[in-house]
């Protein structure tokens, strides 16, 4: 059984920056896909970005170019650097897991395992 932990959230003005982490505990010795998803006021969950355990990433279109997924699994650490932030980027922040090398798809459907969240809120 993972457990994950988010933090880093907070509130940033428009074309600020932010970096979640999300760490985990348990079960850490098996290869797992590690992505990150949001939900904004009002809006369904939405995934935001994936690694595999190979380092392959994939974005969503609305923050490619922008955001920053990396992991270190040294330390069972997965992160999420997050510039030039609009207010559309407010919402929870979810760090999660699925067992596997790779990733294939965003689906959060997909992810077993999930973090509490972190809040972030971008202000115009």
């Known amino acids: 059984q993972v457990q994950l932990v988010e933090s880093g959230g907070g509130s940033v003005q428009a074309g600020g920056s932010l970096r979640l982490s999300c760490e985990a505990s348990?079960?850490?010795?098996?290869?797992?896909?590690m992505g990150w998803f949001r939900q904004g006021p009002g809006k369904e969950r939405e995934g935001v970005a994936y690694?595999?355990?190979?380092?392959?990433?994939r974005y969503a279109v609305s923050v490619k170019g922008r955001f920053t997924i990396s992991r270190e699994d040294t330390n069972h650490t997965l992160y999420l650097q997050m510039d030039s932030l609009k207010p559309d980027d407010t919402g929870m922040y979810f760090c999660?897991?699925?067992?596997?090398?790779?990733?294939?798809?965003?689906?959060?459907?997909?992810?077993?395992?999930w973090g509490q969240g972190t809040q972030v809120t971008v202000s115009s």
């Open positions: 999660a897991a699925k067992s596997g090398d790779y990733c294939y798809t965003l689906y959060s459907r997909e992810f077993r395992y």
């Open positions: 690694i595999d355990t190979y380092g392959t990433t």
């Open positions: 348990g079960g850490t010795y098996r290869p797992y896909c």
